[in-house]
């Protein structure tokens, strides 16, 4: 059972403390921002793509916790100074929850942390049977970021579609890199005709009204009739438990407002 762990993005820190563990949590990410106390709380010591090695040394950790490939360099500089790492790697809905239930296993919690897989499931098929009460479903374009164009990663497109939308560009969220999901040509977009246009620019403030001004752009359903909107980053794109609760609520209160 490890007792001092450093989470290196914000997921692991939020599921330790859902499950009650969040006395084993050390140092965080700076990024952190779920749950609100844990900044109060706990050392920041890591941004996505840095670390400050010696202070995560200093603080003598049993096991270090990080998400991506991008934080290979962390993890490995961390290993040459014998810490313990797991980076988890996942991009779907069933690896958020696969997520929560293996940081509960690491911190000898495996019970608390089926519970809260099940509550984080029991609450997708409440959303999933409200979706289905709607009478069509509006075809989405969900933009990540704006120059150049990138669409949703996969547990993002998998959400849309349980909030009762359709993703329209589902060819894109398997690739787990974003600069694999930009789409090259912003006529692509207009072709496909969203109806609601949902804006999460990693940490930026949406600006609708710049996305309305693009070129040809008026046409689009989602331009003309008012349909653009935004989910804040730390609800979305972040794949811990938050994406799975408040994240999937905003966006289908997004595509129940766009049905009436």
Request: proline share 6%; aromatic share 6%.
């Amino acid at each position: 059972m490890y007792q001092r762990i450093v989470c290196l993005t914000e997921e692991p820190t939020e599921i330790l403390y859902r499950i009650g563990e969040e006395d084993r949590i050390v140092g965080i990410s700076g990024f952190t921002v779920r749950p609100p106390r844990a900044r109060k709380e706990k050392p920041k010591v890591s941004a996505f793509l840095t670390a400050k090695i010696d202070r995560i040394l200093d603080l003598k950790p049993d096991l270090a916790l990080g998400f991506s490939d991008i934080q290979a360099d962390i993890a490995a500089e961390l290993i040459r100074h014998g810490v313990e790492v797991h980076i988890f790697n996942h991009r779907s809905v069933a690896g958020i929850l696969r997520t929560v239930r293996a940081v509960a296993a690491l911190a000898g919690s495996a019970e608390k942390g089926e519970q809260l897989a099940a509550e984080l499931e029991a609450g997708l098929d409440r959303i999933r049977a409200r979706a289905a009460e709607i009478p069509r479903r509006p075809r989405v374009y969900f933009e990540e970021w704006y120059d150049p164009l990138i669409s949703g990663i996969r547990w993002v497109s998998e959400l849309i579609e349980i909030a009762g939308g359709e993703d329209c560009f589902p060819e894109y969220r398997d690739a787990s890199l974003a600069k694999d999901r930009i789409i090259a040509d912003p006529d692509e977009v207009v072709r496909r005709a969203p109806d609601v246009i949902i804006g999460s620019w990693c940490g930026r403030k949406f600006r609708p009204e710049r996305v309305a001004a693009r070129e040809n752009w008026a046409g689009v359903p989602a331009v003309a009739n008012g349909h653009l909107h935004e989910v804040k980053s730390s609800l979305i794109l972040q794949p811990g438990p938050a994406a799975l609760t408040d994240g999937v609520e905003a966006l289908q209160r997004i595509i129940r407002s766009w049905a009436g």
